[in-house]
């Protein structure tokens, strides 16, 4: 049926041929791989993917292997995408493989380094058979990415460490083919009170069509601190299916903030797994798009453990003929009494060919709870505007202005202020106006 | 005095026993069981019903063959076999009554011990109830008083020969035979259920209601409820229902049809009593039912539902807000305890300009139940200035049971405002402490905490039917609440 999908079946072959046979990961490719073989991509037909339809990327002929030419990418090219005003550590990947000239990776008391070198290397055996795969859903897309995962981020902050400055992960791709296919498999674990601040994001550099399939999954302990924040911008012919998977263990923390910004179809899987009492998780997204753009979040918050908090805010900007589509859960499960968890969606519809479609979902199965959500549609007040406008303020600006306030709740929770001017940047950029001021 | 604690509470709801549970012997004229096309044409003749009904039956049993019975409700159930289901069951002494005393007495002592004596209700009420008792007419009550006003109400058998014109125009207009395999089924082996008609202008004088009941053991209701409202006409129509004990799933799938023409208003308050199921989950109604609303210019549907019976409920009263300036509502109170399950909610379709629509939906589950609300909103890109405003709160008693909410917006225009709260939490304790210190005993704080929650939706009843209701929730959650 699928083109994609044939293609991926027989690639795989091959791709096997050049691994290890005797590696434990090896049968969780053959498993996975059989997965993927027997579900395909999802359709419409799924619940979860109802509004959002992979057709247009099962049509479209991704190079799976992307030729590993040795052409220079260089730094002054992709210097703007890192956030260059502070110092962080860095790993980036050209085309799915790793530049180490473009990079700063680390073995100094914490590991920053490559996922290749983390699966191979007996040294960390333990930790890969403790922690990959081991929370990543086992659906037919994550699957996929199973079976081809072969190089990505690994982060491991041992117990009571801070790391002190953000870690980038940055996949670049240079479109030196027609069209690629990239499959990017991340694996963080943040020790026992230990606390990391992460940055992740996919570029295209060129204007060919790219299809990324990036599967994260982190893990953190007991009253760890991990703070994640992902920034789609990519441009208008790149399509991402990013999915997050979350575990936290006793009294952590852990935020992702997702903005969507580019992309021609972008989906993010975000679930969140709490295995311990007083865990914090908070979920929290900005998407401003125009044009066709699509963007979809599908978020889960499984509460297992008693007395935890949950906080989702999702907010949503939509222009021209764009589509947003927000599917939150929130389960609870019977043992799991005294949680705290909050959901909201509030979206604009700036035109009118603009589609929202939301699901904010809760499934209760705890009595002793106190679990709400709320999701609204509407316009910016009109009123507002005009007081404005009557104090000398354009329409234009007036407008940005009032978008910025809606958007501010979201960006406020960014703690790395270098990564919120830059967002404030971008969102500025986005609705088309320059504000003489911060927010 | 003791203290009457959440444990005593929960133990005296799971011995309470239905009520209502009781079963009349009257001589039945049963079809065997099964289902073909054979079958359907029996039905229609029994039903004297002209040549284009039936082929309209059969149409609809054509779909219904090619359908596959959907899953993707929140509930878990042994399917029903279709086959294994007799489809016609009338009482067989069939003479129509002109008056309540021809009516066998059997029968009347099973209203009797409703609570819902004729002669009281024709009095003091003043409502007429066309009663259904295992699918036929047996009685229609103020049946001049409305002949009077040119108001048109009766059975739906009967309004098939006598007004053919109006049932060939309006049945399957708003739910059409290959909605979905409960309504396709319906289409093809409608037993009875009531026809009304407003003329043009008229305000109708009195609440009109139905009382159905599953009497006969292993026979499906399938009800047909068409309500025709012409313009600028007002009807408050009544529903409700009560089924006798027994062990075997009973299968009600019923298809209600309203259409509002140019300034209508239709409000239909349904209470569902069902028989739910023993307290160890055997037992009790499936009730699969589909429920939907045509709006037109500046008219307006009012969907107001009390839901505690049934074992399994899969019910989503729908409005489509077609016309310019119209306006859909739904108000539930849906109530599981025991092993009950529900799957309740509304569609709210926006066509029209202006178009309005309010969704305020409470959940209360108890014991082992799990209960679920499943909603749509969809703004279409050509309603502009649609609102909606949609409330679903939750009530949890106990920590083994469940509570769902599963809304569904869509919007494709920029001037529409929507609006969605959820809330799910149990009863505060310092709300209990509150009532505690004031002398108010905990079973009456939880009454009366029960009782605030369900006030928005229970204030939309009329009155005769709001005592009923409150009456409804005491029997299902008496001592439950806690």
Redesign the interface.
């Known amino acids: 049926m699928s083109n994609l999908k044939d293609k991926l079946v027989s690639s795989y072959i091959a791709f096997e041929d050049h691994l290890e046979p005797d590696s434990p990961i090896h049968d969780l490719r053959n498993e996975a791989m059989k997965v993927f073989e027997e579900q395909g991509f999802p359709s419409k037909k799924e ?1 979860a993917w109802k509004y959002t339809s992979l057709k247009s990327l099962e049509k479209t002929d991704y190079s799976i292997f992307p030729k590993q030419q040795e052409k220079h990418t260089e730094l002054k090219d992709v210097r703007k995408y890192f956030l260059h005003d502070i110092d962080t550590y860095k790993i980036v990947f050209i085309d799915g493989v790793y530049s180490s000239f473009l990079s700063e990776t680390t073995h100094d008391s914490i590991d920053v380094c490559l996922l290749s070198s983390a699966l191979n290397k007996p040294k960390y055996q333990p930790v890969i058979e403790t922690y990959f795969n081991k929370i990543a859903k086992k659906d037919s897309l994550t699957s996929l990415n199973t079976a081809f995962a072969k190089e990505g981020a690994y982060i491991h902050i041992p117990k009571n460490k801070e790391v002190e400055k953000p870690i980038e992960i940055i996949n670049f791709s240079t479109g030196n083919e027609a069209a690629v296919m990239l499959q990017p498999r991340n694996l963080i674990v943040v020790g026992e009170n230990a606390h990391v601040q992460i940055i992740e994001r996919h570029q295209s550099l060129s204007e060919n069509a790219v299809f990324t399939n990036s599967v994260t999954e982190i893990f953190a302990e007991k009253r760890a601190y991990a703070d994640y924040y992902k920034v789609q911008t990519d441009n208008p012919s790149a399509s991402l299916i990013d999915s997050t998977y979350v575990s936290q263990a006793r009294e952590s923390n852990c935020r992702v903030h997702t903005f969507s910004f580019g992309g021609k179809l972008t989906r993010n899987n975000l679930h969140f797994y709490q295995n311990g009492e007083r865990c914090n998780s908070t979920l929290n997204g900005i998407t401003i798009i125009e044009d066709k753009q699509h963007v979809d979040h599908n978020t889960l918050v499984h509460h297992t453990a008693p007395n935890c908090e949950s906080h989702q805010d999702y907010k949503g900007i939509f222009a021209d003929k764009s589509t947003g589509v927000f599917n939150g859960k929130v389960l609870v499960d ?1 043992i799991a ?1 005294k949680i705290d968890a909050f959901q909201q969606n509030n ?1 604009i ?31 910016l007040d009109e009123e507002a505007l005009f007081y404005m406008r009557s104090r000398g303020i354009a329409k234009k600006e007036a407008r940005a202005l009032l978008m910025y306030a809606f958007a501010n709740s979201v960006l406020e929770s960014v703690k790395i202020p270098e990564l919120k001017q830059r967002i404030n940047k971008l969102i500025a950029k986005k609705i088309g106006v320059s504000l003489g001021f911060q927010l | 005095m003791a203290k009457f604690t959440e444990d005593d509470l929960k133990k005296e709801l799971e011995t309470k026993e239905y009520e209502y549970g009781f079963y009349t012997d009257i001589e039945s004229d049963t079809f065997p069981v099964g289902l073909n096309e054979d079958i359907v044409r029996a039905i229609s003749k029994k039903k004297e019903e002209p040549e284009w009904m039936t082929e309209w039956r059969l149409e609809s049993f054509r779909y219904w063959k090619e359908m596959i019975e959907p899953e ?1 409700a929140n509930v878990h159930y042994k399917k029903p076999d279709f086959q294994n289901i007799s489809y016609y069951s009338a009482p067989n002494k069939k003479p129509k009554y002109d008056s309540i005393d021809e009516v066998d007495p059997e029968l009347l002592e099973t209203f009797n011990k409703l609570g819902i004596s004729l002669d009281e209700q024709k009095k003091l009420a003043g409502v007429a109830v066309d009663i259904v008792m295992d699918s036929v007419s047996v009685t229609t009550t103020f049946k001049d008083t409305l002949a009077k006003k040119g108001i048109i109400f009766c059975s739906i058998s009967e309004a098939i020969k006598e007004h053919p014109e109006l049932v060939k125009k309006y049945i399957g207009s708003v739910v059409p035979q290959k909605d979905n395999f409960y309504a396709a089924l319906n289409s093809a082996v409608f037993s009875d259920g009531s026809f009304c008609y407003i003329p043009k202008g008229v305000r109708c004088p009195m609440e009109l209601s139905t009382y159905f009941r599953i009497n006969q053991a292993g026979t499906g209701q399938f009800e047909r409820t068409l309500v025709v409202a012409d313009e600028d006409s007002y009807v408050s129509y009544l529903e409700g229902c009560t089924a006798p004990m027994r062990d075997e799933n009973q299968l009600h799938a019923a298809v209600v049809e309203l259409v509002a023409l140019d300034g209508a208003e239709i409000k239909y308050s349904t209470v569902q009593n069902w028989f739910p199921g023993s307290k160890d989950g055997k037992g009790g109604v499936f009730n699969f039912v589909t429920k939907r609303g045509l709006c037109e210019k500046n008219a307006k549907i009012s969907w107001t539902q009390v839901e505690t019976g049934s074992a399994v409920t899969w019910k989503y009263p729908s409005c489509i807000l077609k016309g310019d300036n119209s306006i859909g509502e739904f108000y539930s109170i849906a109530v599981t305890n025991n092993f009950q399950q529900a799957d309740t909610g509304t569609k709210m379709i926006h066509l029209g300009k202006n178009t309005k629509s309010t969704i305020i939906s409470k959940g209360i589950s108890a014991g082992k139940s799990q209960n679920s609300y499943r909603g749509l909103v969809q ?1 279409n ?1 050509r309603a502009d200035n649609a609102r909606n405003f949609s409330q679903c709160d ?1 009530l ?31 009863i505060g304790e310092d709300q209990i402490f509150y009532c505690n210190q004031r002398g108010i005993d905990t079973e009456k704080a939880i009454a009366l905490i029960v009782n605030g929650f369900s006030k928005e939706v229970l204030n939309k009843l009329p009155m005769e039917f709001a005592v009923e209701a409150q009456k409804l929730l005491e029997i299902s959650l008496e001592g439950s609440v806690g």
């Open positions: 619940e019977k009494q979206n519809l700036v035109d009118d060919r603009a589609t929202i479609n939301s699901k904010p979902q809760l499934e209760i199965f705890a009595d002793d709870v106190k679990c709400s959500h709320g999701c609204t549609i509407g316009q | 993707w703004i890109s939750s949890l008693m106990g920590n083994e049971c469940g509570a769902h909410t599963f809304p569904y917006i869509e919007a494709k225009n920029k001037t529409a405002q929507v609006e969605h709260e959820a809330t799910t939490s149990k």
